[in-house]
């Protein structure tokens, strides 16, 4: 087969123009792209003698797909057999008309004028966007007219402190938000005051306190191991569950706090004077950030002895120095041999706030010093006994 450059082949080179959003682009700011010299690979002299019938059947394809949208320039070629004969030598697309009608896009294309015009007349702050996510702007053509009205709206109320439930706009509530959390961080950070961003909050997940909404409350859920210390609930079974501002202005007459990642677990720790056990939350802590009353408390975190249950620690101690583990020691590993299992993905970084003896088991663990694979004892599996003797020695 030849590699001669077909009229397909023209087509292509400007459909993946179209691709990476340059014909849209230029919709916006118009620039150097036309006209579009597009690459265009010819017979070789041998060729032409050698297969002329070939040759003449090429050049003819290429004129007669010239009329979808490109322009070929001739050369004259003087050959010692066939004589001289007109080949096509280059191939231009003179507009950016032309490019959509070569590659079928001008209804597409219309739609993003269409879009690019409402937002020259609502959003101007947004065109550089527009420029440079030409593509992802025609895929959201539908959400667009409702994308403008609440960047609108956050000009009119930067950082309005309110859920985004409470957000009356026509098409707009919390789901299409969440949908769209994504594009509308790019666009708010184009359209709003660097006063009305918190540069400190990034990513998805942390939209809500980037633009000033308010924040779904966090909540804690513990359980009071003495129920002379509180008792909401007269009979009940002291397990309770309120917000982190609740959480934090708790008055507990309480001196030890054990924190733990697993339910059964929670439900399960031993009655203990003037002490409770709050529900973990993996490597999240910020529902405990607030609660100055716990620097004042005996603090135990009780992990999986694995690489991750000692990142977790590491990370609680950064909000609270002074928490201790608790059972998470090599004597208690050791004696549950039998009850180890592999850790799936350990973590292998530094851990600086371990104490001695934990940074020692930590580096045991990672460097595969205990066993061949990674080695995890999880907290549920160490036995109950175990766990009274842990709870009376605190």
Request: proline letters at 5%; glycine letters at 6%; one cysteine or more.
């Amino acid at each position: 087969m030849s590699d001669w450059t077909s009229a397909s082949a023209l087509r292509d080179q400007v459909r993946r123009r179209w691709d990476k959003g340059e014909l849209l682009a230029e919709l916006v700011a118009p620039g150097q792209l036309f006209p579009l010299r597009l690459a265009l690979r010819s017979p070789s002299s041998g060729e032409l003698s050698e297969r002329f019938d070939d040759v003449r059947t090429w050049a003819a394809a290429l004129q007669q797909g010239a009329k979808a949208g490109y322009r070929l320039v001739m050369r004259d070629v003087r050959h010692r057999i066939i004589g001289q004969n007109s080949l096509p030598a280059e191939a231009w697309v003179e507009t950016l008309d032309d490019a959509l009608r070569l590659t079928g896009k001008a209804g597409d294309a219309r739609i993003f004028a269409s879009l690019l015009t409402v937002t020259r007349q609502q959003q101007p702050a947004l065109l550089p966007w527009l420029q440079s996510q030409p593509m992802r702007a025609l895929a959201l053509a539908q959400q667009w007219p409702q994308l403008l009205a609440l960047v609108g709206w956050m000009q009119l109320h930067p950082r309005p402190g309110i859920y985004l439930r409470e957000v009356d706009l026509a098409g707009i509530h919390s789901k299409f938000v969440e949908a769209q959390r994504s594009v509308l961080a790019e666009l708010l950070d184009l359209a709003l005051p660097a006063a009305a961003i918190d540069a400190g909050a990034s990513g998805t997940a942390q939209f809500v306190r980037r633009y000033g909404f308010r924040e779904k409350p966090l909540r804690v859920r513990f359980r009071c191991l003495d129920p002379s210390v509180l008792d909401w609930v007269s009979g009940g079974d002291n397990d309770y569950t309120v917000s982190q501002l609740t959480f934090a202005r708790l008055h507990a007459a309480v001196e030890r706090v054990f924190m733990t990642e697993n339910e059964v677990n929670f439900l399960s720790f031993p009655p203990t004077e003037k002490a409770m056990v709050v529900f973990g939350a993996g490597y999240g802590f910020e529902m405990l950030a607030n609660a100055d009353w716990l620097a004042r408390c005996a603090l135990h975190y009780w992990g999986d002895i694995d690489t991750h249950g000692f990142a977790i620690l590491d990370q609680l101690r950064a909000h609270h120095r002074h928490a201790k583990s608790f059972l998470m020691d090599r004597d208690t590993l050791l004696s549950h041999r039998s009850q180890w299992t592999v850790e799936p993905q350990p973590t292998l970084r530094d851990l600086p706030r371990l104490t001695h003896d934990e940074s020692a088991l930590y580096d045991e663990l990672r460097y595969l010093r205990l066993s061949e694979k990674a080695v995890r004892l999880e907290q549920e599996r160490i036995g109950f006994g175990a766990v009274l003797r842990a709870v009376e020695a605190c």
